[in-house]
C-alpha cells in the first residue's frame, strides 16, 4: 500500500466479523462508488507499487474474500493528487473490545473540496453498508494526533496531546459499540449511539445541531464545520468538549 499522502481525510469503520461467504465486502465497494459520482474503483496496487486494473473486479473480490480474510485494497486508478483507496481487514477476538472480533475497514481520499463536501454521505455509506458498530472521517493530521490519545502503562507509555484525555486499547473496552475514539465526523449506530448516551435534548443541542440521522437508526454527528485541525483553538476546544460530555468513549468511564 502507498504511503499515506500529507494530509488525507482518513475513513475508518469498526463493524462485526465476516462470516461465510460475506458479502459486505462489495457491498461497500458500491455503496462507496454511489456515495461519489464519478469514482470507480477498479484498480489495485501491485506489492511492487504499481497500479493493476481490475476488469472483473466484483469476482476479483469475491475470490479474495475466500482466500484471506478482509478485503484487499482497491483504488480509483488516479494520480497521486486523487487517488481514493479502499480495504477492510480483520482483528482477532483478542484484539477486539468484549472480547469480540471486529472487520475494520479503511479508506483514504484527498482533502479536497469535493471529498469534504460529501464526506458525512461517504462515510455514512460505508458505515451502514458494513454494518458497522461506529466510525470515523478525520484529517490525517489530526487522526495522527487522536491516535496518540491511546496509551497503556507498559505497552504504550506516554502522555495524550493538547490536553487531550487517555483512551484505553480496544481489548479493553467491554463491548464493540463503545467507540474507540472520537473524529471529525463520527457515524455511531443505533447501539453505539444508545452505549454513549447520544442523543440528550439538554446537552447537545449544538451537536445536534450538526448531526443527522441514518436509515438504520444511527447518526453521522460532526465536531466542527470545516475539517479538524487541531491547531485551531476552536477545534481543540470542540474536541475537548466532546470527550467531556462522552466519557464512555475510550472507555474512561462506565455507563
Known amino acids: 500500500m502507498p504511503p499515506t499522502r ?53 469476482a476479483w473480490l469475491a475470490q479474495r474474500r ?40 479503511h479508506a483514504d481520499l484527498p482533502l479536497n473540496a469535493a471529498s469534504i463536501t460529501g464526506a458525512a454521505d461517504t462515510l455514512e455509506a460505508i458505515a451502514e453498508a458494513a454494518l458497522a458498530h461506529w466510525g470515523h472521517a478525520t484529517p490525517f493530521k489530526a487522526t495522527v494526533e487522536i491516535s496518540r490519545q491511546t496509551v497503556h502503562p507498559s505497552r504504550k507509555p506516554g502522555v495524550p496531546p493538547r490536553g487531550l484525555p487517555a483512551l484505553k486499547f480496544p481489548e ?13 465526523m463520527n457515524y455511531w449506530s443505533a447501539a453505539a449511539a444508545q452505549a454513549i448516551e447520544f442523543p440528550d435534548p439538554a446537552r447537545d443541542t449544538d451537536l445536534l445541531a450538526r448531526a443527522r440521522r441514518t436509515a438504520t437508526g444511527g447518526w453521522v454527528v460532526w465536531l466542527t464545520e470545516e475539517p479538524l485541525n487541531l491547531d485551531n483553538p476552536s477545534h481543540l476546544e470542540a474536541l475537548l468538549k466532546a470527550y467531556e460530555r462522552f466519557p464512555q468513549i475510550g472507555g474512561r468511564a462506565a455507563r
Open 6 to 58: 500529507r494530509n488525507d481525510l482518513n475513513i475508518a469503520v469498526y463493524a462485526p466479523a465476516l462470516v461465510g461467504d460475506d458479502g459486505r465486502p462489495l457491498a461497500i465497494v458500491r455503496a462507496m462508488e454511489r456515495a461519489s459520482p464519478g469514482l470507480r474503483l477498479e484498480w489495485t496496487i501491485s506489492d511492487e507499487g504499481n497500479l493493476v486494473p481490475l476488469p472483473e473486479r466484483d
Open 66 to 105: 475466500r482466500d484471506e480474510p478482509g478485503f484487499p485494497l482497491i483504488c480509483n486508478g488516479g494520480d497521486e493528487d486523487n487517488l481514493v483507496t479502499l480495504s477492510g481487514m480483520e482483528v482477532s477476538a483478542s484484539s477486539g473490545p468484549g472480547g469480540q472480533p471486529l472487520f475494520d475497514v
Open 172 to 184: 479493553h473496552l467491554r463491548s464493540p459499540e463503545i467507540p474507540h475514539r472520537l473524529g471529525w
